[in-house]
Each structure stands twice: as C-alpha cells, then as structure tokens.
C-alpha cells in the first residue's frame, strides 16, 4: 500500500481509502450486518488501508459507533475522517431527500462532541463540512469556529466534502482559498472528470489534498452494472438512468484497448488512471464485501499508466458529450 499526504496537513494516508457510509446504510443494494462491517473494517486495516472516511448523518451515527468499537484501542493506528453539517436529530431520513444542514458555531460543536463520543476518542484526524453550499463556505464565522476546535486539538486537518452529487466547482474553488482547508473530496473517475480535473488544478496551486469518491462510476467501471441492471428506487445510484448507463457502457468499450495493452481489467484501469493523474490524495472506492476490498486494495503500488496513454483518455472523454453538473445556484432553485 503507497500512502501520500493530505494536502498541507502532514497527515499520511493510504492511497486507497474506505468510505464507511455502506456499513451504516442499505444504499447501495445491500444492508451489512454489523458483524461482517467489522470484519470489512479489520480486513481492510490488515490490507495497508489506514484512512477511514466517514460522516455523523450515516445510518444516524452507527457509521461512526462501528468505527469506534473497531479501532477505539488502536487510535494511533488509523487516520479516522468524519464531518457533519446536516441536522439529522429526531427527522426521518426518507431516502437520499437532503436534510436541514447547520454549520453555526453551537451546533458544530454538539456535532463534533456526538461524533468523538461514538468514535471513542477525544479527536479526529481529519474533520469537515458535509456538503456546503456556496454561502456556508463563504461564511467566515464558520472557520473561525473549526480553527479554534482544532487549535483545542480537537481534530488536525480540515476537509470540504463536495455535494451530493457531482459538481460544486465554485463552491470546491473557493473552500481551496481558505487557508485552513486541507483537503477538499469530490466525485471523480474515468468517465466524470468535470470538474475533478479543475479542482486538482486548483489544489495543486493551494496545496490541498484531493479525496475522490465514486471511483467506480456506480458500479458501471467495475462491472456491477450492465445493460440488464435494474436499480431499486431506494438505492444511491437510482439518479443513473437507463440512457446514462448504455452511453457509460459504450464509453468503456472505448477505453478497453487502453486496458488491454496495459494488462488490466476495466476497474484496475479507473483506479491506475486516478492514482497517475497527481494530486490525489486517497481514491475512496464503494465497497459492500470484504472481497472488494482485497481487490481495490491490491490496485496501489502497481506502476503509473504512461502518458501517452493518460493523454489518450483525456482526448477521449473531451470527445465525449458533456453532463449536467450541480451547483449552489441549482439547489437554491430547487
């Protein structure tokens, strides 16, 4: 397992991460029991992985709790990752609707003191906002108030997590500008680099780490999903429609060649193609079993993809049509 810096923070973590929302939430077709998320979680420690990203709102806290009974004696050993900013007390969470989001000072700090509790600790490496909107991240009281907890020592690096959803250029451009922001996390991969590849540039010029989720393209770059498959309404991908998914299947058939000449399947290609293009941080595959973690986590420390290749499947997806991108002003709109 390689591990880099995150950002400006010092912080190592794995270049291969695990995104903990799956072990608290059935969305993504499948409801783990909590015996077997702790094995997910032993196993991918025994692996090299050392960064565990999480979040307060995931299954109400129980993302945090399993964490907590996994890793609450082995603190130093691991780099836990949690943010917060929706107020998810006493509301029912109905699908993936977006819940009241609070990022004033009285609340963060109840935020953060609920998540060292389920978390067994008095600190948290890296700790953030969930999904801001442009006027929460233009708020200057709202760092002033993460600048002092982490000058309390209550957590040590600071993260923006962009969302839901892929987009938030502005909103991840102008986080990158503050300087207490050490890393910001966004959806990235092979076949959505919009606006991934601007953020990057933007955080190699401030010295911020990039965390890249949904690496996978919802499960299209690893096989999960086909022409055939149909998603539960109830399921996270469910924004992905049938027209989505025959146009994605039709750009990995493009890419294969590139695969093939590097002796790699479609998903090792993804995840090789992310790792080479500099700046990223931690690649966060969604993972449900322990056997997709052996097999994201076997993808680092493999060789960089060269560049000619890297250039062709840059040339390829500016070929590719362009998609729709969410922003502040389309929530505000909502």
Same mark, same amino acid.
């Given at each position: ?65 399993? *964490? %907590?009974?996994?890793? @609450?004696?082995? /603190? ?8 917060? =900013?929706? &107020? ?73 997590? *962009? %969302?839901?959803?892929? @987009?938030?250029? /502005? ?8 300087? =207490?922001? &050490? ?152």
């Amino acid at each position: 397992m390689r591990y880099n810096r995150l950002g400006k923070s010092g912080i190592s973590v794995s270049e291969i991460g695990f995104g903990a929302w799956t072990i608290a939430l059935d969305w993504w077709g499948k409801k783990i029991p909590e015996d077997e998320a702790k094995r997910m979680l032993r196993r991918a420690y025994d692996l090299g992985i050392n960064f565990f990203e999480t979040g307060d709102m995931y299954g109400g806290g129980k993302s945090e709790r399993l *964490l %907590g009974e996994v890793f @609450g004696g082995m /603190r130093d050993e691991v780099v836990i990752s949690t943010k917060y =900013g929706y &107020d998810f007390e006493g509301v029912e969470q109905v699908g993936h609707v977006e819940l009241p989001q609070r990022f004033d000072e009285a609340f963060t700090k109840r935020a953060l003191e609920a998540s060292l509790k389920r978390l067994r600790t008095d600190h948290v490496d890296v700790y953030g906002l969930h999904n801001p909107k442009l006027n929460h991240i233009r708020d200057d009281a709202v760092f002033r108030t993460l600048d002092s907890l982490r000058a309390e020592g209550r957590f040590g690096a600071c993260q923006v997590a *962009l %969302g839901p959803a892929i @987009g938030w250029a /502005r909103e991840g451009m102008e986080a990158m500008g503050r300087p =207490g922001v &050490d890393a910001i996390q966004t959806v990235y991969n092979i076949l959505e680099q919009t606006p991934g590849n601007e953020l990057l540039e933007g955080a190699a010029k401030n010295g911020v780490g990039v965390l890249v989720r949904v690496p996978d393209a919802s499960g299209i770059l690893t096989g999960k999903v086909n022409a055939e498959t149909r998603i539960d309404p109830k399921d996270h991908r469910s924004v992905r429609k049938g027209e989505w998914i025959r146009e994605s299947l039709g750009k990995v058939e493009q890419l294969r060649p590139i695969a093939e000449r590097n002796g790699l399947g479609i998903a090792e290609l993804a995840i090789r193609f992310i790792l080479s293009r500099g700046g990223v941080s931690s690649v966060l595959p969604t993972v449900v079993d322990t056997d997709e973690i052996e097999q994201f986590a076997a993808m680092s420390g493999g060789a960089r993809l060269p560049e000619p290749d890297m250039r062709e499947i840059r040339e390829l997806f500016d070929s590719w049509p362009g998609y729709e991108l969410k922003s502040t002003v389309q929530a505000a709109g909502a």
